[in-house]
């Protein structure tokens, strides 16, 4: 017959219960480190849209304000923005860029279609900025009738 205290001498873990235990851990901390990122690059996208919208509305402010015409550029290489008159330049955050169609209207000074144009009676040259990052793409339209700034996601 064996004594208590020889059936149950088992003090500690395998070598292998401890490598399931880290495998498992390893595998979360991937999941998780995953999710983690995508939702970081996706706030940062919808914070540069926020940021952009609020540009567009700004300058067409400034244009009804100054009674004069006020323009939204975006670079060619799409990494930034510039608000004129106010001669301000914006960089969007890393990863994101940035695409403008502008809409031409005949009898309109033709101008490259980087700029919306915003004019002193409220109207504008109207058009569509695509802000994209590596994984969402949101949409900024200005139409080109009231100038208003919606954003479609």
Request: net charge negative; glycine share 6%; aromatic share 4%.
């Amino acid at each position: 017959m064996q004594s208590a205290h020889s059936i149950n001498q088992h003090h500690g873990y395998t070598l292998l219960e401890l490598l399931v235990v880290l495998a498992i851990a390893a595998l979360t901390l991937t999941l998780v480190g995953a999710n983690i990122t995508s939702a970081v690059g996706s706030a940062n996208l919808k914070s540069d849209v926020r940021k952009i919208a609020s540009s567009l509305r700004s300058v067409r402010s400034e244009s009804l304000t100054t009674s004069s015409i006020a323009a939204f550029h975006v670079a060619p290489d799409g990494t930034r923005y510039r608000l004129e008159p106010m001669d301000k330049e914006v960089y969007v955050s890393d990863g994101i860029t940035l695409d403008l169609r502008a809409d031409q209207h005949p009898g309109e000074l033709q101008l490259p279609s980087s700029a919306i144009l915003f004019y002193p009676d409220g109207t504008s040259n109207g058009g569509e900025i695509t802000v994209t990052s590596e994984s969402q793409q949101i949409s900024i339209e200005v139409l080109w009738l009231t100038g208003e700034v919606k954003i479609h996601e």
